[in-house]
């Protein structure tokens, strides 16, 4: 499974890095905003890391496998409860992770993969981060307008993806390269709880394929707003 295996160089520890150095030492100027911080690795697995950590739960055996979690595409997700640091308002936001995929499921809209969304309906500003079933380009749906396609995720590679919200626009960066915007007001303001992987409303599902590893969303603050180089991967010496 070594093909899978994020690089352990860190680049831009000041700005970059998802959180602490080998000293144990802050690098992360905005660790405070950060609203989840999973590593989803052998160490850490689904142990959040950020300030205030929230419980998260594996649902229908979402495997650990070393240095990632991989999702069958038909049943598995991670979920965790609602929480203010979730409630984003109309505010800056940013919402990151590295994803490998081997394939897309194709057929139809119904087999997009989602990265994160409410666990039950769009109510109160729920909103879906996905890759679309055949293209693979990032989307958001609010139930009512979808906004994309921002850019492409690649098969067979691991890929850095990035949507973040700056002044009421979305932009999606993949690999550090930033894509399309679109306006993009939506009050996030859910009182659900979330999903990572995959998304259930009316029996219609958008469950990953693949693997994800160092999941971040960061509350009140775009990160990084043009082209930059996408992190390393966490730091496994996290107090």
Known sequence: MGIFKLSDSVIDPIRHTYGYDNAKKIVDPYYDNVSLLLPLDKNNWIIDRSPRPKTVTINNYVMCCDSF???????????????????????????????????????????DGCIWGPAYSYNNGGVIYYFDNASGTMGTWDSINGYGPYTKVELLQWVHIVWERKNGYLYGFINGIKGNNYLFNVDHNSTEGFRIGGYQVNNNSRYIAGFLKDFRITKGVARYQRNFTPPGPMINTIP
Do not use: M, Q, R
């Open 69 to 111: 979690a991989a999702f069958n595409g038909t049943t598995t997700y991670l979920s965790t409860n609602n929480h203010d640091d979730f409630k984003f308002g109309t505010g800056d936001f940013t919402l990151e992770c590295w994803i490998y995929l081997p394939f897309y499921k194709g057929v139809n809209w119904a087999n």
